[in-house]
């Protein structure tokens, strides 16, 4: 992840919002959350980051129901 590009700032505030909610956070939600953190942000873009996550950090992120991120490091919790 590069803080230097928009898809890593998008996937760095992701992350750090998922560990501060371990319950984890539904997919509106945590693209408001995104956004409300940098309003310059594209919410296309913000989309398209949300949705890969599972699927770009599977050792990271899982969906335990459609629509729920969460951490992996949460999932016995």
């Known amino acids: 992840m590069n803080p230097n590009t928009i898809t ?3 996937t760095i505030a992701a992350l750090e919002l998922l560990e501060r909610h ?3 956070l539904r997919w509106a939600e945590l693209q408001r959350l995104i956004k409300a953190s940098d309003p310059s942000l594209h ?3 913000v989309n398209g980051c949300v949705w890969k996550l599972v699927e ?12 729920l ?3 992996v490091k949460y999932k016995n919790t």
């Open 8 to 10: 890593g700032r998008i």
């Open 22 to 24: 371990p319950e984890g």
């Open 43 to 45: 919410p296309k873009t």
């Open 56 to 67: 770009k950090f599977p050792d990271r992120v899982y969906k335990p129901e459609k629509g």
């Open 69 to 71: 991120f969460r951490l």
